[in-house]
């Protein structure tokens, strides 16, 4: 199948959303480094949305439904740890502390607001598109792909957890098997579920109407 080939007729709002995504990854992606460093290019939500705003840019569900098993979830978490802080003034969940890190323009800050904008992105296109079910597979695979390098970092950093687990915050034996348990916790929890779902509310990519 050659790439948007298989765009459905009569949605011109995707090439819309095609060239938002390009626009936006374009934009995006050079601040980020700029402001935040690479390795912060290996957070796997920032991974999540190079993937998307790709896979929205050529249009292939199998990019953009892998990226709906992680989006919805994070969005939710990232939401919630946000609004929780600005209303108590302390974090629920943590892993936003930098949107109050005032040593960065709050417009750099801001950008991170796609954490709220993407899960609505990819559900729509996912419902445009079709879901694919090799979703599950490659999403896995993005992830332990960005896991092994994320050990290389900082132990300071624990980019994506590959040091210290978030709930007991705790190593779970040597690299190899502390990075297949933060593997297997992240199928199980997010992708392995939301997985279940989306296969069953979303048709194969070409039965859509």
């Known amino acids: 199948m050659g790439i948007g080939n298989d765009m459905p007729p009569g949605t011109p709002i995707l090439a819309i959303v095609r060239w938002a995504a390009l626009l936006w990854l374009l934009a995006w992606l050079p601040l980020y480094i700029w402001a935040w460093g690479w390795q912060n290019m290996l957070h796997i939500c920032d991974v999540g949305v190079t993937v998307a705003c790709l896979g929205l840019w050529f249009r292939q569900p199998s990019l953009i439904s892998s990226q709906a098993l992680l989006a919805p979830l994070a969005g939710v978490l990232w939401g919630l740890d946000v609004f929780w802080r600005m209303f108590t003034g302390h974090h629920l969940l943590g892993g936003t502390e930098y949107m109050w890190d005032t040593h960065y323009p709050l417009w750099i800050r801001l950008l991170s607001s796609f954490h709220l904008v993407l899960p609505f992105v990819l559900l729509w296109a996912i419902r445009m598109l079709g879901y694919d079910r090799r979703a599950l597979a490659l999403q896995t695979a993005i992830v332990a792909a960005v ?30 098997v502390h990075l297949a348990v933060i593997l297997a916790g992240c199928v199980a929890i997010f992708f392995w579920p939301t997985h279940l779902v989306l296969m069953h509310a979303f048709p194969r990519p070409g039965r859509t109407e």
């Open 147 to 176: 896991l092994i390098p994320s050990r290389f970092l900082s132990p300071q950093l624990n980019m994506n957890y590959a040091f210290q687990d978030p709930l007991l915050h705790r190593a779970w034996g040597p690299a190899p």
